[in-house]
């Protein structure tokens, strides 16, 4: 292989790589190229480090009224913050971590009512677990067990999402 096609080819996975922990920490806008941006989180701001080198610092992700808070998978989310969001536009965030007993609560901000389907598992492939119809404005809660889980929801059929239970 050529230098040039090795520099494209680490270039490419190192896109993929930055594209897919985004899609795994945020929000899937149902293949519409990631949302409006306003739904998009700002850059965290930076200080200077002790070694002069900007050092990350937490502040708010966005102050849009629809944006998405969402943590990097492996974050404890409390059941205030463990609350999925969607539509047939837009499904936030995509990746939940809780701790054993804290449920995890699904609300339909869509203009339709849509089927929540928990899978027994991390594959979408895996067993029904639990099925919830819920209404347009309606939530519905939800306490798993220690694992890992995918589910889907026929508002935006090509999406899964996945729920880690720590514990």
Known sequence: MSTPRRAVTAAATATLAVALT???????SGGRGGGSDADRAAPPPTTAGATGAPAPTTG????????????MPGEVMTAEEAVVRFSDQQVCPGYVT?????PVTW?????ATYTVTIKDGPLPTSAEL???RVEPGASVAVELPSGQFAWTTDALEA?????????
């Open 22 to 28: 985004a899609s795994l920490a945020g929000c899937s």
């Open 60 to 71: 708010p992700r966005s102050s849009a009224p629809n944006a998405c808070d969402s943590k």
């Open 98 to 102: 809780v701790a054993l007993g804290t």
């Open 107 to 111: 609300r339909n901000t869509g203009q």
């Open 130 to 132: 639990r099925r919830e």
């Open 159 to 167: 999406f899964v999402g996945t729920v880690e239970v720590q514990g």
